[in-house]
């Protein structure tokens, strides 16, 4: 499945998805949160196909949420607004519930900075690979919003402590920082990323798939066996947060390119 903002290819044992919206940097619509769904599902469904590799097109990997979409919905009526917002953040949180639970391993190819929901597209894959100039940050305090999905995610990967400074702080670290972090699991040059991801495709196909399904199990199932509560909670505040005055001022001030102005 393709689509003008999602594009998919398959190379052997390895299928390749493109996040192609690089004059927007790659930031996730609505209709782009199905469609990477959709192209989850016909890459689960392709027998042939035994690694994921998730990228971006252009200078970015994602950029997180489309924040012109956010803003636009907030001039909706009230009732109508957080219908919109709520079912925007369940469809994330759903999206990352089914990156996690997929059989196949996901291998994303970070090749340039990872924000907001971006960031959370990297650590619901299960191995990362990065290129030297990418980004990695949660900025949403920033916008007057919360990471809520991204947060227990973030904690159940690099531990709690780590999860709060970056989380709090809504700094961009360089890529040598979240690879010392354990976000990123190597940094390459930027024309060797994708052959390097899809080397590692190869080598998760060379496994049975039966126990390459169950090590994910393993993990997601068991080890972190709270996430998917914590996941839904998460989505459930990042809803609420939008609503918020802090919110309003915050996607404003972004659009018009402006600092915000906090009361």
């Keep these: 499945m393709s689509s003008h903002a999602i594009d998919v290819k398959v190379n052997g044992a390895v299928g390749t998805i493109v996040i192609n919206r690089p004059q927007r940097r790659n930031a996730l619509t609505r209709s782009m949160l199905a469609q990477l769904g959709e192209a989850l599902g016909d890459l689960h469904l392709e027998k042939r196909v035994r690694a994921i590799v998730l990228t971006g097109a252009g200078s970015a990997f994602c950029a997180g949420m489309d924040v012109h979409e956010m803003h636009a919905a907030a001039k909706l009526p009230e009732t109508e607004k957080n219908q919109e917002w709520g079912d925007t953040a369940e469809a994330y949180c759903e999206l990352v519930v089914q990156m996690m639970q997929l059989p196949k391993p996901i291998i994303a190819s970070v090749n340039g900075p990872a924000i907001a929901g971006g960031a959370g597209l990297v650590l619901a894959s299960d191995i990362v690979i990065a290129s030297e100039n990418a980004q990695f940050g949660m900025p949403e305090p920033r916008r007057g919003l919360i990471a809520g999905v991204v947060a227990p995610l973030l904690a159940f990967r690099v531990g709690g402590g780590t999860a709060a400074r970056l989380l709090v702080s809504s700094s961009l670290y360089s890529a040598d920082e979240a690879h010392r972090l354990g976000i990123y699991h190597e940094l ?67 659009v018009e390119k402006r600092k915000p102005e906090w009361k």
Excluded at 197 to 204: F, N, P, R, S, V
Excluded at 234 to 245: H, I, N, Q, V
């Design 188 to 254: 390459i040059d930027e024309p060797r990323l994708w052959a390097r991801c899809a080397q590692l495709g190869e080598e998760c196909a060379a496994g049975a798939p039966e126990s390459v399904q169950l090590t994910k199990r393993l993990l997601y199932e068991t080890i972190g066996e709270q996430l998917a509560t914590q996941l839904s909670v998460g989505a459930a505040m990042s809803a609420t947060a939008r609503t918020t005055e802090a919110a309003q001022e915050g996607l404003a001030a972004f």
